[in-house]
């Protein structure tokens, strides 16, 4: 599976999506325009160990709800994934049974060096 869940609005998105080309046989998701669904979230889930993983804890709707102070389990990090797209720890790569989770730069050298090797 070559798969990118990536947000348009968002510049930080929009540079590593650049700086990862050519992205030859990679389908791209727009996770605004296009929900992800369950079974692509479990896929996710999967191949990175935990909904806990793919979720940003910096996204404003975090602070909003005041999920700092609360303890979440797994089914909460996955019902708020699904609930808003926000959720997500974008990018997330998926490449050959491979996650890359963020965009920290060691996330994204790596998912370069991987893809293009």
């Given at each position: 599976?070559?798969?990118?869940?990536?947000?348009?609005?968002?510049?930080?998105?929009?540079?590593?999506?650049?700086?990862l080309?050519?992205?030859?046989?990679?389908?791209?998701?727009?996770?605004?325009?296009?929900?992800?669904?369950?079974?692509?979230?479990?896929?996710?889930?999967?191949?990175?160990?935990?909904?806990?993983?793919?979720?940003?804890?910096?996204?404003?709707?975090?602070?909003?709800?005041?999920?700092?102070?609360?303890?979440?389990?797994?089914?909460?990090y996955?019902?708020?994934?699904?609930?808003?797209?926000?959720?997500?720890?974008?990018?997330?790569?998926?490449?050959?049974?491979?996650?890359?989770?963020?965009?920290?730069?060691?996330?994204?050298?790596?998912?370069?060096?991987?893809?293009?090797?």
């Amino acid at each position: 599976m070559k798969k990118i869940y990536y947000l348009s609005s968002c510049d930080t998105c929009k540079r590593i999506l650049k700086e990862l080309q050519p992205l030859d046989g990679f389908e791209l998701q727009d996770i605004k325009t296009e929900a992800m669904t369950n079974a692509q979230l479990n896929e996710m889930k999967t191949v990175s160990g935990s909904f806990e993983a793919l979720f940003s804890k910096r996204a404003r709707l975090y602070k909003e709800k005041g999920l700092a102070t609360k303890s979440l389990s797994e089914v909460d990090y996955k019902n708020l994934i699904l609930e808003h797209y926000t959720f997500l720890k974008r990018p997330v790569i998926l490449f050959n049974n491979k996650i890359f989770i963020g965009n920290s730069k060691k996330v994204i050298e790596t998912a370069k060096e991987t893809i293009h090797s």
